[in-house]
């Protein structure tokens, strides 16, 4: 990184909507992190415990949300109407160059004129577009929903638009958001996916073909996730299945989950590796942008099954390193797994880990620091 390397005083600024819990997003924030070790990171709310620890030996300025009682703090539908300016809040006038990671909020700080700001998209913001119907439909069911949730989505979504207006240049996670960033924002973006390593961090030690008898999940345990899906689906396979993650759904799924479907619960790196190496198929039934898990499972030569929607056709191969099914459904998603079992003989295990690695670290640090030095040789 030439410029990188020669500007060491350039002043960089890491923006992310929220550190509360560690997920596929906080791991790119991780990466960003390391590229930049200097930069300070800003966001909406931080939890230590939450994010396990993992950005505690860097400076975490959070916004005035974080003052806010710890109820709230738990309850986001409560601080909707103050999100929106917390991220204005923040005082970046110092720096050069800030990159926001940005699922929601984060895109729309407000910057220097000179201030180069780079925005990570992970996601436009689900709940205001394309899921804002699913969402509405989950408020109806709980009460204090009324006319003023809907007049609060729609103002979070003009503001959504006037806040992707801000970053002076945009990246994408996937293909997929690319499209979505150019239908909801009008605006172009470049591509490029995030890091993922597999945990024990090297995919060329021998995958543990030992103990392969059980399914597993690894995911935020919240609804549009779709695990109880797989849950039911495996209650009536009678399949085993563990499902590793935390979420407002974590209780609900222990509940209705069955002897042979075990929810554990966050775990930790080296926990994460056991499960992974010895997983016979990782099973991903929510659309995501991207999806990391799915490649962090082929990282241990694991195939996947996965719904055929949003960034797992670009990362999954069918019929060489996972399978497909077409609805997040019980039903569907059994009948995806019987596919899978039916074609496990053809699976190469080394074809799999071949294709996480298209997708590692490496090549993550190398295009974000050659795609930064590019915006700021056009800026000089």
């Not at 069911?141 to 959504?160: E, H, P, Q, S």
């Not at 074609?343 to 996480?356: F, G, H, P, S, T």
Request: proline share 4%.
């Amino acid at each position: 990184m030439e410029i990188l390397a020669k500007k060491k005083e350039l002043r960089v600024a890491l923006v992310h909507d929220f550190l509360v819990q560690y997920g596929g997003a906080e791991r790119v924030l991780e990466v960003l992190a390391e590229i930049f070790p200097k930069a300070p990171i800003y966001t909406l709310l931080y939890d230590k415990k939450g994010v396990h620890g993992k950005f505690a030996h860097k400076i975490v300025r959070a916004s005035f949300l974080q003052k806010f009682p710890k109820f709230l703090k738990k309850h986001y539908k409560f601080l909707l109407p103050f999100m929106p300016t917390a991220p204005e809040t923040f005082d970046l006038r110092e720096f050069d160059l800030v990159i926001s990671s940005s699922g929601a909020w984060s895109k729309g700080i407000v910057t220097r004129l000179n201030t180069v700001h780079v925005s990570y998209v992970h996601s436009p913001m689900r709940f205001v577009w394309d899921a804002n119907d699913e969402y509405l439909k989950q408020q109806e069911k709980r009460a204090g929903f009324n006319f003023c949730t809907r007049l609060i989505m729609n103002y979070i979504r003009v503001w959504d638009k006037l806040a992707a207006d801000r970053p002076d240049h945009l990246i994408a996670n996937s293909n997929y958001t690319q499209a979505r960033v150019k239908k909801y924002y009008g605006r172009e973006s470049a591509v490029i996916y995030p890091p993922v390593a597999p945990f024990g961090g090297d995919a060329s030690k021998p995958v543990n073909t030992s103990n392969k008898d059980y399914f597993l999940v690894v995911s935020r345990l919240s609804p549009y996730k779709k695990i109880d899906a797989v849950v039911e689906a495996f209650n009536k396979l009678g399949l085993p299945l563990v499902v590793i993650g935390a979420g407002q759904q974590e209780q609900y799924l222990k509940k209705i989950a069955k002897e042979n479907v075990k929810i554990i619960g966050w775990q930790s790196d080296e926990k994460m590796q056991q499960y992974y190496s010895q997983a016979r198929a990782f099973v991903f039934p929510g659309v995501d942008d991207f999806g990391i898990a799915p490649v962090e499972a082929m990282a241990h030569g694991v195939p996947v099954l996965a719904i055929r929607m949003g960034g797992a056709l670009e990362t999954v191969l069918e019929g060489k390193t996972g399978e497909f099914f077409d609805c997040a459904t019980s039903e569907v998603i059994a009948d995806g797994v019987r596919r899978l079992i039916e074609n496990e003989k053809n699976y190469d295990k080394q074809v799999i880990i071949n294709r996480a690695r298209e997708f590692s670290k490496e090549r993550f640090v190398r295009e974000i620091g050659e795609y930064i030095e590019s915006v700021l040789k056009s800026k000089v």
